[in-house]
């Protein structure tokens, strides 16, 4: 989250007090990241391989730890590394820093809900009480978190509406689908929903609830693939 907020704020063009609120935030995971990294590696001092490898008897405790990691000796002298869990190192891959901000906030709530969620329960699987009060003040800053992005979107969302983006012209889409809901399941439980019905939530027009859509057009058909890409000729499937 640290890198997805710096992006995210280094790439705002005006907007001071947003790209304000995503830097601080940002800054702050850097030093998130440094907690996390100091607890791991005093969680590790004084528990060598033959340590762990005894509590893994354990079978309760070995199929949590399946033994240490021998990276955590070898290549990082017992301290932590950027990797998840299993060992997969850390990529940038998850970073959305898409220039509109209302999207990107909206992703910063769900990597803030999912964080947070983790965190509890990493607090129940634990009985340390150093790791318990250091994960306490991360659940209490991932509540912060959590409720300044909704505070964000919410004032946004006073200006732009709901849907983004909110200046491409509306008239140039399908405005006859744009709030229907079609059912694909084999009940109709979805249309039960504060979404199948009642004015839509952009204030655009009217929620529909479609139970057996019809379909719009025929069966796709495409042509033969060129020659020189040697596909299996469509003749072979009609005998």
């Given at each position: 989250m640290a890198m997805q907020y710096l992006f995210q704020g280094w790439n705002v063009r005006g907007n001071e007090?947003?790209?304000?609120?995503?830097?601080d935030t940002g800054t702050e995971e850097l030093a998130h990241i440094e907690m996390l990294a100091t607890m791991i590696a005093r969680l590790l001092e004084g528990a060598p391989l033959p340590t762990l490898e005894e509590a893994a008897k354990n079978?309760?405790?070995?199929?949590?730890?399946?033994g240490?990691?021998?990276?955590?000796?070898?290549?990082?002298?017992?301290?932590?590394?950027?990797?998840?869990?299993?060992g997969n190192r850390w990529k940038a891959d998850y970073i959305v820093a898409s220039g509109n901000l209302l999207t990107d906030f909206r992703m910063n709530l769900t990597a803030e809900s999912q964080g947070r969620l983790q965190v509890a329960r990493l607090y129940e699987m634990t009985d340390d009480r150093g790791v318990k009060d250091m994960l306490a003040w991360l659940l209490a800053r991932d509540t912060m978190h959590q409720n300044q992005w909704v505070a964000a979107i919410k004032e946004m969302e006073a200006k732009e509406n709901i849907v983004v983006p909110s200046t491409f012209p509306r008239e140039l889409e399908h405005r006859e689908v744009s709030h229907i809901l079609f059912n694909f399941s084999a009940g109709n439980a979805?249309?039960?929903g504060r979404w199948a019905h009642g004015p839509s939530m952009d204030g655009e027009g009217q929620f529909k609830y479609v139970e057996k859509p019809v379909p719009?057009?025929?069966?796709?058909?495409?042509?033969?693939?060129?020659?020189?890409?040697?596909?299996?000729?469509?003749?072979?499937?009609?005998?």
């Open positions: 007090k947003y790209r304000d609120l995503l830097l079978p309760v405790i070995n199929a949590i730890l399946g240490m990691d021998p990276q955590h000796i070898i290549v990082s002298g017992l301290g932590a590394m950027p990797a998840d869990s299993n979805s249309a039960h719009f057009a025929g069966k796709p058909v495409l042509n033969p693939a060129p020659p020189y890409l040697f596909n299996t000729p469509p003749k072979d499937f009609n005998h």
